[in-house]
Structures are given as structure tokens and as C-alpha cells.
């Protein structure tokens, strides 16, 4: 009974070996071809996109004041207002210039008097001295008046012109066309030499005017072309080129204030309207691929690549230059052409067959 049973069991473990065998290369000759998502390597412009809120000003922006001091008689303008040259913009009260200028015309009146007669009297003692008649000594005296005479005169019109000027300085005029943007005083106010009265906005060349954060203007390259948009229509844009930064920075808020020159703006961007900018910055050209698509290899970045001959993957280790929430940049491991696989990274072995779903440029 024993000798049968012993050939009984080992017949039937040799065809569960068997059987086993066979299941296994059903289900390697059965192993589905398995879907992926790719893209194709390419190297395009790289970079980060900044876009910053900034207002549209006049590149030149000049503040108006008086030469002299005293009081605010009329400000003929207000904020808003057009101006032209030669426009008069305001004035001070003009009763100390005047009092002035006549005292200087005073003056001047003596003076030429005082001139004419040392003129006179040199006149006479040289005919005399040539005679005979008068002493070297009256000669050089009538000489020396005449001198000090012409000194004051001269004295006394400078005095009458800087009189004269003092008055014409009472009034304000505009020097070149533009727009009134702010003004500094009101009428009966005593304002100082040079104190701001009419801030104009000149015709000419806008600026979008930005705050910019240290940091991004570190990383920004020598010439960027930012482009600007009304905030509240962003169809409406033009072009830019920065056209003045700041030395130093804000003390309160650590920002540089910079000027972008607006190319050919259009007329729905007027002094004051609220805009965007947008500039890339790092504009060498590179490698970028989704993050989804990196994986290790022995500790290394490395990313599952597609040989279209053979519709097989292999795992490459790549150099990652730089690390973005949506994006990797590569620095080398990968060629334009390549196609690497994007999703289901992780399930994928060396060698095995693929087949392309979508596959993206």
C-alpha cells in the first residue's frame, strides 16, 4: 500500500509544477502593452514670467515754482488743465518789485546824471591841460570822476535789470505744453523761492513707472522687453524697454522704483491708468519637461525614455539645473527629439513595451 501511495503523490506534485510553469508563461506571453502619456523634447525660451501693478506717467514731469519769494496773489490753473507755452500759470503779489524797480530806475537816473557831468568836466580839463592852462594834477582828477562815474552807472543798471527781472519773476508761465497733474499752493499763501506751484505733465513720451521687488531686479537680464497692459481691458498693450532705475531703493518698503519707455502707446493709456507688466526673465534657451515625469535611478534624477524603433523604455539619470512646482529644467542627459514619458512613471520597467497616448510636442 505504501509503494503505490509514494508514486500517487509524486505525480501529482510534477503536474502541479507543471501546471504552475504554464500559468507563469501565460501571464508573461499575456502581459498587456501598457498606455503612457509622452512628450517630445524640444528646447525652447526658458524662464520665469513676473507680472508687477504699475501706473502710466509722463517721462518728463516738471515742477514749477517761482524764482523768488512772496505772496500767492492767483493760481490762473488747476489739476486737469491743459497748458501751453507761454501760458500764464500763476502769480505773486508784485508791490515789492515794483517799489523796487522804480528805486533802481532812481538810481540809475543819478547815476547817468553824475556820468554826463564827469564826462563834461574831463572834456574841458584835457582842452586845458593841452593848453597849458590846468595842472597834470586836475587832469587825473577830472580823470579818476569820470572812472568812478561810469562804475556807477553801470553799477546802478545792473541793479535796474535784476529790479526789472525781479518783477517779471513775479509771474508764472508754462514752457512747454502738457497737463497741470498736481499743484503746491493756494492763493494767499507766502511761498518760498522755488517751492513747487504747478506740477505738469509735458507732452512727449510715457512711462509705465513700477515698484520691483530687489530680488527681481537681481534676476532680471540687461534689456528685457516687459510687456504692458491696462489692468482693466489687457487686450489694450504696447511694448516696453526700461528706461530708468533707481540708485537706491525705498527705506520703507525695499522696492527699486524703474521707468519702462512705452513704444507707440495706445490712447487708452493716460497719465495715471493702472497697468500690468509682464516680463520673462531667463531668456537663455533650454531643455524643460513636466515634473510629473521625474523619477530616481541609483539615487539620481532620472526620467522613463521612449525608443520609438523598438516602442520600448529605458531609465535615463538626467542634471536638473532647476526645480519649479509644474516644470524641471534639464542641464543635460536629454537631446530635442527625445520622448519622455510624463504619467505612470512609476509602474514602468526597463524594457518594457509601451504604447503612446496623446503625445505632446
Do not use: H
Not at 46 to 52: A, D, K, N, R, V
Not at 178 to 194: K, L, Q, S, W, Y
Not at 235 to 248: D, F, L, Q, W, Y
Amino acid at each position: 500500500m505504501r509503494s503505490r501511495a509514494i508514486p500517487n503523490i509524486l505525480l501529482a506534485v510534477s503536474l502541479v509544477a507543471v501546471l504552475a510553469a504554464c500559468d507563469e508563461e501565460e501571464t508573461a506571453e499575456a502581459e498587456p502593452i501598457r498606455p503612457v502619456r509622452t512628450v517630445t523634447v524640444e528646447k525652447r525660451v526658458m524662464g520665469e514670467t513676473i507680472t508687477l501693478a504699475g501706473t502710466v506717467e509722463s517721462q518728463v514731469q516738471a515742477e514749477l515754482g517761482f524764482r523768488i519769494g512772496g505772496r500767492l496773489a492767483e493760481r490762473l490753473v488747476s489739476v486737469g488743465d491743459r497748458i501751453e507755452p507761454g501760458q500764464p500759470l500763476a502769480s505773486l503779489d508784485p508791490t515789492d518789485e515794483r517799489n523796487g524797480l522804480r528805486a533802481a530806475e532812481a538810481s540809475l537816473a543819478a547815476a547817468e546824471g553824475q556820468l554826463t557831468e564827469a564826462r563834461t568836466e574831463f572834456g574841458r580839463q584835457r582842452q586845458l591841460y593841452d593848453r597849458g592852462f590846468a595842472s597834470r594834477a586836475a587832469y587825473d582828477r577830472a580823470e579818476t570822476a569820470l572812472t568812478t562815474a561810469e562804475s556807477a552807472a553801470e553799477a546802478a543798471r545792473a541793479q535796474y535789470l535784476i529790479a526789472a527781472r525781479r518783477l517779471n519773476d513775479t509771474s508764472l508761465v508754462g514752457d512747454a505744453p502738457g497737463r497741470v497733474t498736481a499743484v503746491g499752493a493756494e492763493p494767499g499763501e507766502v511761498v518760498t523761492a522755488g517751492r513747487m506751484i504747478v506740477q505738469v505733465a509735458r507732452d512727449g513720451g510715457k512711462d509705465a513707472v513700477f515698484d520691483v521687488p530687489a530680488a527681481v531686479l537681481a534676476a532680471s537680464p540687461a534689456d528685457p522687453e516687459i510687456t504692458v497692459a491696462v489692468s482693466q481691458s489687457p487686450t489694450v498693450s504696447t511694448k516696453g524697454r526700461i528706461r530708468e532705475v533707481a540708485p537706491r531703493a525705498d527705506p520703507s518698503t525695499g522696492t527699486f522704483r524703474i521707468r519702462v519707455g512705452l513704444i507707440k502707446p495706445p490712447p487708452e493709456m493716460r497719465l495715471g491708468t493702472v497697468v500690468t507688466g509682464q516680463a520673462t526673465f531667463g531668456d537663455a534657451a533650454g531643455i524643460e519637461i513636466p515634473a510629473s515625469a521625474l523619477t530616481g535611478g541609483n539615487g539620481q534624477p532620472a526620467v522613463w525614455v521612449v525608443d520609438a524603433a523598438s516602442g520600448t523604455v529605458a531609465l535615463r539619470e538626467i542634471g536638473v539645473a532647476r526645480f519649479l512646482p509644474a516644470s524641471v529644467t534639464v542641464s543635460g542627459g536629454l537631446e530635442p527629439g527625445d520622448i519622455v514619458v510624463t504619467a505612470g512613471v512609476q509602474a514602468l520597467r526597463p524594457g518594457q513595451a509601451v504604447r503612446l497616448v496623446e503625445a505632446r510636442p
